[in-house]
């Protein structure tokens, strides 16, 4: 079996900030972002695992988690093929993905999962306001819907929030979502270079 990425889960409820705190730390030398909407966003449409995924969606229906496990193995090794992800050199972070257990259990013989940084939020209204303030800048529609967002909350709670106990509570980090993304950025950066160090030779280090 090849080696296993080393890899941060970035986790939490829709609208926590997930995707904006990925998003700044794959800027950042040493560290590499994937979110599992890219990679959906990505796929060619025309390629035969294209072809299978579309049939889900285009129906309206969920791809079923062996699909996108797929989906996802291929674009990581595109990016290594590539050289924009570099394993030895580059710690991984995934947002988005796994979305349940079943995938969590899938994905164990790919990833080694070093940290898994949990985004809270305890007040679901300002999750609400967040989310229908995004929408309209963003032109997300759907999410500009009240009971979209709370349906969004409960899919969460039944589905992916599990996902938590299938790793070891050790490596779990509670972060507090509320406050600016800088802020939010202070308490991940904080959890995750030692990790970083640890794992990684930085050649900026003596």
Excluded at 11 to 26: R, S
Excluded at 89 to 109: C, E, F, K, W
Aim: hydrophobic share 40%; aromatic share 6%.
């Amino acid at each position: 079996m090849p080696d296993r990425y080393k890899t941060v889960l970035l986790f939490g409820m829709p609208g926590v900030g997930k995707g904006t705190q990925g998003k700044i730390l794959g800027h950042i030398p040493g560290f590499f972002h994937l979110a599992c909407g890219e990679v959906f966003r990505s796929l060619d449409v025309n390629s035969e695992l294209g072809r299978q995924v579309m049939q889900y969606s285009s129906r309206g229906e969920l791809v079923p988690d062996a699909l996108t496990i797929d989906m996802w193995r291929n674009n990581v090794h595109a990016q290594t093929v590539l050289s924009l992800f570099k394993p030895k050199d580059d710690l991984l972070i995934l947002d988005g993905i796994p979305r349940n257990v079943a995938q969590a259990t899938a994905m164990d013989s790919h990833l080694d999962v070093l940290k898994v940084v949990h985004l809270v939020c305890s007040d679901q209204d300002a999750m609400v306001h967040r989310m229908r303030r995004r929408a309209l800048k963003e032109n997300r529609l759907d999410d500009a819907d009240e009971k979209v967002v709370r349906h969004r909350f409960a899919v969460y709670e039944q589905e992916t929030r599990p996902v938590l106990d299938h790793y070891d509570p050790s490596i779990v980090a509670e972060i507090d979502a509320v406050g600016s993304p800088a802020e939010v950025l202070q308490h991940v950066l904080e959890v995750l270079v030692p990790i970083q160090n640890a794992h990684f030779h930085n050649p900026l280090v003596s």
